[in-house]
């Protein structure tokens, strides 16, 4: 499914969940808190699916074994001189990792195999299908970060709309000539505070999910990074 794809189909399911929710299985007093409880709600249930969609798609990136041990059998059959196996090895870890150092081996292999090639060359041509495939996997382990740092932000802006909606509501009712009236200014306030509280929970999970997944990111990609350059320091050995 594609991305713009996957995003509409959430949003208009969130919607629709938050509106059950608000109609069917909220207390009063949050409904009290006025239609934008709604969208609150369903920037929630959307902060919540990319949590757990981020932590699958990481899962998967690391592959379907220990990444110390896989990267110590590749190494140990380059050094042997078997690359037939090391790409083997790949294949059955699989992930990111797994990915990018099997897109060198191939690359290599073929270059090995052709064999008009200087050492250097070969090594430069390996290094860059590398880089290539780095390019084509970062993206793929950085998706949906955007999203959840922008529904932060969008959160906070509503829950400060909504108390600001709940705030005039409260002032109107005690502009009135007369005694003010008690339950539109408890109304007011009710849905003030709503918003806030709302807002800021879905602010919370937002920048806190973006900020462990940015770190997350950031040091698979350095582990890749220097698995990479471990594997062609140990194929120019073999030159």
């Not at 050492?119 to 430069?124: I, M, T, Y």
């Not at 996997?137 to 932060?152: C, D, G, Q």
């Not at 502009?175 to 918003?195: C, F």
């Amino acid at each position: 499914m594609k991305q713009s794809v996957f995003i509409t189909v959430l949003l208009v399911v969130a919607f629709a969940v938050s509106y059950v929710i608000f109609e069917f299985m909220l207390p009063q007093y949050i409904k009290d808190g006025g239609p934008l409880v709604v969208a609150l709600i369903a920037l929630t249930i959307m902060v919540t699916t990319f949590i757990f969609e981020r932590i699958f798609s990481l899962r998967k990136a690391q592959g379907t074994g220990s990444l110390a041990l896989f990267l110590r059998d590749v190494q140990q059959e380059i050094n042997r001189g078997n690359i037939d196996a090391a790409i083997a090895a790949c294949d059955k870890q699989r992930g990111s990792c797994a990915n990018i150092i099997r897109t060198g081996l191939e690359r290599y292999k073929v270059l090995n195999d052709e064999g008009n090639m200087e050492a250097r060359d070969v090594l430069e041509k390996v290094q860059h299908s590398i880089e290539e495939a780095m390019m084509l996997e970062v993206p793929l382990l950085e998706k949906n970060l955007i999203a959840l740092s922008t529904i932060a932000s969008i959160a906070t802006m509503v829950g400060l709309l909504g108390t600001t909606i709940g705030m005039i509501r409260a002032f109107r009712a005690l502009a009135q000539t007369g005694a003010p009236d008690a339950v539109q200014l408890s109304i007011g306030i009710s849905e003030a505070l709503i918003n806030t509280a709302g807002g800021l929970i879905a602010a919370i999970l937002g920048i806190v999910a973006y900020n462990f997944f940015t770190t997350k990111v950031d040091n698979f990609t350095y582990m890749i990074d220097e698995a990479s350059y471990s594997i062609v320091q140990a194929l120019a050995l073999k030159r």
